[in-house]
């Protein structure tokens, strides 16, 4: 019987995204927040399937993603001026050899006044 040829692997790449949550039972968010936004560095052999496998994983943590905004690679990044830490550096390369998606800052939002 003969052997398939194997698929060369997709190169992987890590891309930076902000995912905007709204809220929803069970979510987590601070008692008062109107939802949050949340920095992730994700895995993918493109920005789109970086941007599907973030919103799958915020879905099954019972977040309620309403939009992603990409910010590109790190080499796209570094290219556009953005200086790109250590901990990030490490972070990413992580995310990379983890084929993961990681939530690097959640900052909740909060309209106008805080309640009592």
């Known amino acids: 019987m003969a052997e398939k040829p194997k ?3 997709a190169k992987h790449d890590v891309y930076t995204l902000l ?3 709204g809220r929803k039972d069970g979510d987590g968010l601070p008692d008062g927040s109107t939802g949050a936004g949340l920095l992730c560095f994700a895995s993918g052999v493109d920005e ?3 941007v599907r496998e973030t919103v799958a994983v ?3 943590a019972d977040l309620n993603p309403l939009d992603v905004t990409g910010y590109g690679t790190r080499a796209e990044r570094e290219a556009q001026g953005d ?4 901990e ?3 972070l990413m390369d992580r995310a990379k050899a983890e084929n993961a998606v990681i939530v690097v800052q959640m900052t909740p939002f909060f309209d106008g006044e805080e309640k009592a």
């Open 7 to 9: 698929k060369p692997k």
């Open 19 to 21: 995912v905007q949550v």
């Open 48 to 50: 789109a399937e970086a």
């Open 58 to 60: 915020l879905k099954q």
């Open 83 to 86: 200086e790109i830490n250590d």
């Open 88 to 90: 990030e550096r490490g």
